[in-house]
């Protein structure tokens, strides 16, 4: 089993900067992406941002050119730098991770889930 445990989430006004970090713990083999989702209420889970093991990041258009994703494979953390917050980003934010066990299959884990709200 892999734990995903998030912090850094909070209140910010419009404009202003949050940091969110994820630590994953447990049974260990490789972690391959990982990934910010969020969940808005009374919408779906969206994604964010994901990074590879590589380095590779992909964002959603929403938050491109404001938000940057990186990651610390030897602590296994991935982390989430959002700047010039907009209400509209007020949601749970979820991380993620791909574990590879080495004897079987890659197996996606959630993190239970931080709160950013934005106000105006």
């Known amino acids: 089993q892999v734990q995903l445990v998030e912090s850094g989430g909070g209140l910010v006004q419009a404009g202003g900067s949050l940091r969110l970090s994820c630590a994953a713990s447990g049974s260990i083999f490789r972690i391959n992406a990982m990934g910010w989702y969020r969940q808005a209420p009374g919408k779906q889970r969206e994604l964010v941002a994901v990074i590879t093991s590589g380095g590779s990041t992909d964002y959603a258009d929403s938050v491109k050119g404001r938000f940057t994703i990186s990651r610390d494979n030897a602590k296994n953390m991935v982390y989430l730098q959002m700047n010039s917050l907009k209400p509209e980003d007020t949601a749970v934010y979820y991380c993620?991770?791909?574990?590879?066990?080495?004897?079987?299959?890659?197996?996606?884990?959630w993190g239970q889930g931080t709160q950013v709200t934005v106000s105006s």
């Open positions: 993620n991770a791909d574990h590879q066990y080495a004897l079987g299959p890659q197996v996606r884990y």
